[in-house]
């Protein structure tokens, strides 16, 4: 691909980050192989909604830039270490999506079986540890997961895609934030239903099909030293053959969260006599009184 064309997608995809709500401010960068000892990639301090085609910044794989009037990204060397690690990736993109950072900032990895294209794209989308941005600390972080994944989420901070092309890249971004939001509006509802570890590998073996050859982002063997840093998708064994199965790990967010674990054995004391419905064997509803007054008899309990 020409110069001017990575110029022009960067602009594009700068464009479409900060239209989205992907970045805010001057937040995100993006970054591509010009050719095997060139990387262009966006300049420091510049909003990613209003770029220009000649505003980028060439740089040598070490980051020494090579032409542009302006500085390269603060974040360059997350960027480098990505294609020290990965020869076959071609451009990297940084943003902030608010629903992924949200779970990145909450501490709980994208890691479930749900949505087939996730499963296929993706695998699972694991948390490198927090780094403080634009220091050495977060290409450290990000080592750890970018030989086996694509999308990774950066704790405290936002998410990082890559891919052998500029949009490959960039779709990667939306498909994660994409998931998030899937994933935050399942749990809002109950809890997400998880595909089953043999429809994963079916998924698995359909990744030739759909023209994907992302490194092992499912990870079937986790023991495998190749695959040490590697984390794995949430898919549950079935033994009764079904493709859909309910996580009974699941209630991290709303009302679920404040079931104390011990409530469906125990009468609420100060409820008003009446006890819990209980529905299935791990599931019991509560009004809001009952809830109210389980809460304040644990709260006496406590002190
Ligand atoms: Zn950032």
């Known amino acids: 691909m020409s110069e001017q064309q990575l110029r022009v997608d960067i602009v594009e995809i700068g464009r479409r980050l900060y239209a989205r709500g992907y970045t805010a401010s001057n937040d995100g960068n993006i970054s591509a192989r010009l050719d095997d000892k060139r990387l262009i990639m966006t300049p420091r301090s510049v909003c990613k909604g209003f770029m220009t085609p000649e505003m980028m910044c060439i740089t040598?794989?070490?980051?020494?830039?090579?032409?542009?009037?302006?500085?390269?990204?603060s974040e360059m060397q997350m960027h480098l270490e990505v294609y020290r690690q990965r020869p076959d990736v071609k451009a990297v993109v940084h943003a902030h999506p608010p629903i992924?950072?949200?779970?990145?900032?909450?501490?709980?990895?994208l890691d479930r079986a749900v949505l087939a294209e996730v499963v296929t794209t993706l695998g699972s989308v694991p948390i490198a540890e927090y780094a403080t941005?634009?220091?050495?600390?977060?290409?450290?972080a990000v080592r750890k997961y970018v030989k086996a994944h694509d999308g990774m989420l950066l704790a405290n901070h936002g998410a990082l895609t890559l891919g052998a092309d500029l949009f490959a890249a960039y779709y990667k971004m939306e498909t994660i934030e994409h998931f998030a939001n899937i994933s935050l509006v399942a749990r809002m509802l109950g809890g997400e239903r998880l595909l089953s570890r043999d429809e994963v590998f079916r998924l698995q073996g359909l990744r030739g099909s759909y023209g994907i050859a992302a490194p092992a982002p499912i990870c079937p063997d986790p023991g495998d030293p190749a695959q040490a840093d590697c984390q794995v998708v949430q898919a549950p064994v079935?033994?009764?053959?079904?493709?859909?199965?309910?996580?009974?790990?699941?209630?991290?967010?709303?009302?679920?969260?404040?079931?104390?674990?011990a409530s469906a054995e125990r009468e609420p004391r100060a409820s008003g006599g009446r006890a819990p419905r209980a529905l299935k064997d791990d599931e019991i509803r509560l009004t809001y009184r009952e809830l109210t007054a389980l809460i304040e008899d644990a709260v006496r309990n406590l002190k």
């Open 238 to 261: 079935s033994s009764t053959g079904q493709r859909l199965i309910p996580d009974g790990r699941l209630g991290t967010i709303g009302p679920e969260r404040l079931r104390p674990e």
């Open 60 to 73: 040598d794989l070490d980051g020494l830039k090579l032409a542009g009037e302006r500085d390269p990204s």
């Open 133 to 140: 941005p634009s220091t050495k600390e977060l290409p450290e």
């Open 100 to 109: 992924a950072t949200g779970f990145a900032v909450a501490g709980i990895p």
